[in-house]
């Protein structure tokens, strides 16, 4: 089992930055790509960004060029620097990792952006 602990978010106003950090404890050892999705109300789940643990990354269209992810392997964290952010990205965001065994979310963390 892989737990997940996500922080960093809040209200922002349309402009500014917000960095997420994900945790992850628990059967490390084999977790592979480590990332984020959200979810904004009454809508489905997106991709938003991740990183393999071989440093190869992928960013949804949405959010290229403003958001970078990135990656602490020595402590299994996952981080999402969100810039230049917009009222549209306001969602509840959540980490994301898989290993042989499964795939795990964290609980997710709200981030709001005002306009």
């Known amino acids: 089992q892989v737990q997940l602990v996500e922080s960093g978010g809040g209200l922002v106003q349309a402009g500014g930055s917000l960095r997420l950090s994900c945790a992850a404890s628990?059967?490390?050892?084999?977790?592979?790509?480590m990332g984020w999705y959200r979810q904004a109300p009454g809508k489905q789940r997106d991709f938003v960004a991740n990183k393999s643990s071989g440093g190869s990354t992928y960013y949804a269209d949405s959010v290229k060029g403003r958001f970078t992810i990135s990656r602490d392997n020595a402590k299994n964290t996952v981080f999402l620097q969100m810039t230049s952010l917009k009222p549209e990205d306001t969602a509840v965001y959540f980490c994301?990792?898989?290993?042989?065994?499964?795939?795990?979310w964290g609980q997710g963390t709200q981030v709001t952006v005002s306009s």
């Open positions: 628990g059967s490390v050892s084999s977790i592979n790509t």
């Open positions: 994301n990792t898989n290993n042989a065994y499964g795939e795990y």
